[in-house]
């Protein structure tokens, strides 16, 4: 089993929806979590970051950690087709090294 | 430069030969990182250093991978008797300094170079 699960997508939606974006994780000394962000053929860039537990917001963006379920959330308000790209929840035990998930997929039709 | 930049962007080798990749970090940063990235998959770590010095290389798959950084700045990751597995796209990222990610959550990556073993 991997460490950090993410559904691998395509996730597919109309222009202006609500996207949610999910990664689970096993280890439970996991305390820095991050989303980025990759259009193809780049490198991924950082979203949202969040350390330990709790909610964060930026712009058409909120970013939920739960740690007492292993949980990690994103949320795309009002959602564009240039929020196309592939979704890489990724999340750090000391600050050092990065353990990403799978990447989601995202698809926003216009 | 402005950002990490990698090269070559794309590679094309035989299985067996030797390959080296390039990375030169965001002026300024004291830590870089290696990661590969399969396709349909996220990053995978593969080692970082802080200065010239590799921090942690646990990530390398086996003693084919090696990584240096001589002078703290540009560094190379070296493939040897490559094999078909080892392709993939190999993303090189830097920072302020070690442990920023703890601060800020950021990494800078570049956008890569793709290597294809046939």
């Known amino acids: 089993q991997k460490e950090v699960e993410q559904d691998p997508g395509p996730l597919s939606v109309p222009e202006g929806a609500i996207v949610s974006l999910n990664c689970t994780y096993s280890?439970?000394?996991?305390?820095?979590f991050m989303w980025y962000r990759q259009y193809s053929r780049k490198g991924p860039e950082l979203l949202m970051y969040t350390y330990s537990s709790g909610n964060k917001e930026d712009g058409r963006f909120t970013a939920q950690v739960d740690k007492s379920s292993k949980y990690i959330s994103l949320f795309i308000r009002d959602s564009q087709p240039s929020d196309s790209a592939t979704y890489l929840c990724a999340m750090s035990k000391n600050g050092n090294k990065l353990v990403f998930g799978a990447g989601t997929i995202l698809r926003v039709k216009s | 430069g402005a950002g990490v930049s990698q090269t070559p962007s794309n590679k094309v080798t035989e299985k067996g030969k030797y390959v080296e990749l390039r990375c030169d970090p965001i002026s300024g940063h004291t830590a870089l990182y290696w990661y590969r990235q399969s396709l349909g998959q996220g990053p995978e770590f593969l080692i970082y250093f802080q200065g010239t010095g590799a921090a942690d290389d646990s990530g390398l798959p086996n003693d084919r991978f090696f990584a240096v950084r001589p002078e703290g700045s540009v560094s190379t990751l070296k493939i040897q008797r490559t094999e078909r597995g080892d392709s993939a796209v190999y993303l090189c990222a830097s920072s302020y300094q070690l442990g920023q990610l703890a601060n800020t959550g950021e990494l800078f990556f570049g956008e890569g170079s793709r290597l294809t073993v046939l």
């Open positions: 280890n439970s000394a996991f305390q820095y």
